[in-house]
């Protein structure tokens, strides 16, 4: 077959025979869509910041439970479940709990009830398509459909830096894992398709803090104290300037701020600043070596102004590497349950994602969910009115148990 994902096209031999029967599948995902659907708006209305996710992991613990997976909570929060025959080579299925510090603003009868929290990136989706896929894998295994384990990942903290994903790692999820998949929202694509692209499919991320310091003083006197504000105004408009200069346009290196602060007083230069935002970037080798660069930079811009900079930079996320054979995996799933033409190229984002960390370990790839309602407007990831169709509920399910049940998702 042929799969054209972006400007790549990659050909592989046509799957192979087995598997459980399509119908089957749609119909235990039909079968199990109310608990689904009940476990996102439970998620939702009760949204828990990173780390912090006890009532969800306790919701998917108790749902899976019941579905007769095998639950391991892990310590904190997060847990791992598992079914399937035998004890060999396992496929993963991976989700993300935590929600964002954001105010709600939906309208929705489920909304978040608390305060300066929300669900405004699609996580609760996430949880509960990846929960009602276990819950269907379980089912296929009862019926002696499914050929081989399947391991799910529930995650904390995939929204700070850096992610869960790197905790779970650690604490040894991917052993015996073959290959692993996910998926995430992406608000631009209709209900009923989904993005794929083998490659890179998100970008490298990291928070970057630039603090400056000075003696402070009088605004009639700057040159005696030190113009910090003046300074900081340069480090915010030419350190982005300066690395679209410095680095290949190709590794679509991207500094954006998203908070700057300096005095509260309108005639007095305050003593101390800072700007923070976040450092993207296309390309991996590019992403190793700006670290470096900025701090180089940030040092040359200061200079002329009498301050002292300080530059933090927190280490975030690699780029999500789809790797060919699960890009195929993942297509060939997706077009069997939802229709040939459901499958639609998708390009590279600057978002990051901490998915990007466990295909260091084992191969594997992600898909972009669509959630748009035919015709609706886009309401764009972390935004407190996200408001995703949640026919996608469903679309994800069957996407999920169909690529982790394929007779080649181990990609021996």
Not at 42 to 67: I, K, M, N, Q, S
Not at 194 to 208: C, E, Y
Not at 291 to 305: H, I, K, Q, S, T
Not at 376 to 400: C, I, K, S, T
Request: aromatic letters at 2%; one cysteine or more.
């Amino acid at each position: 077959m042929s799969s054209r994902t972006g400007d790549d096209t990659v050909s592989a031999p046509a799957p192979a025979p087995g598997g459980p029967p399509v119908k089957l599948l749609q119909r235990l995902a039909a079968r199990h869509l109310p608990a689904v659907l009940a476990l996102r708006r439970a998620v939702h209305a009760h949204p828990e910041l990173a780390r912090a996710e006890h009532r969800t992991t306790a919701a998917v613990a108790e749902l899976l439970t019941a579905g007769g997976l095998e639950v391991r909570l892990l310590p904190g929060t997060g847990l791992v479940a598992e079914t399937g025959p035998g004890d060999g080579p396992r496929v993963g299925l991976r989700a993300d709990l935590d929600a964002l510090p954001l105010e709600e603003g939906t309208g929705l009868p489920y909304a978040s009830t608390v305060p300066g929290v929300a669900h405004a990136c699609g996580h609760d989706v996430h949880t509960a398509t990846a929960a009602g896929a276990g819950l269907v894998l379980a089912d296929l295994h009862r019926a002696g459909a499914l050929a081989h384990r399947v391991r799910l990942l529930f995650q904390p903290a995939e929204e700070v830096m850096p992610g869960g994903a790197l905790d779970l790692v650690g604490a040894g999820v991917l052993e015996g894992v073959a290959a692993l998949y996910g998926l995430h929202c992406d608000p631009t694509l209709d209900v009923g398709t989904v993005g794929l692209k083998a490659g890179p499919i998100t970008s490298a991320s990291d928070h970057v803090t630039v603090r400056l310091s000075g003696t402070g003083g009088h605004t009639s006197r700057p040159h005696l104290a030190g113009d910090l504000v003046f300074a900081l105004g340069q480090v915010v408009t030419q350190l982005p300037a300066v690395l679209a200069r410095r680095v290949d346009p190709r590794a679509g290196v991207n500094l954006t701020w998203g908070a700057v602060h300096a005095g509260d007083a309108a005639n007095a230069v305050p003593a101390e600043g800072y700007a923070a935002g976040t450092l993207r970037c296309m390309e991996t080798d590019a992403w190793q070596h700006a670290g470096e660069l900025v701090e180089e930079v940030v040092a040359d811009l200061v200079r002329p102004y009498a301050v002292s900079a300080e530059v933090a930079l927190v280490r975030g996320v690699p780029p999500v590497d789809n790797e060919v054979r699960a890009t195929l995996v993942l297509e060939e799933a997706a077009r069997a349950v939802l229709g040939a033409d459901a499958v639609l190229p998708t390009r590279q984002s600057l978002g990051g994602e901490d998915f990007a960390w466990y295909l260091h370990h084992v191969p594997g790839a992600m898909v972009r969910l669509g959630t748009r309602t035919p015709g609706g407007v886009v309401h764009d990831l972390h935004r407190g009115d996200y408001a995703p169709d949640e026919a996608a509920l469903g679309v994800g399910v069957q996407v999920l148990a169909a690529a982790a049940a394929a007779p080649r998702a181990l990609l021996r």
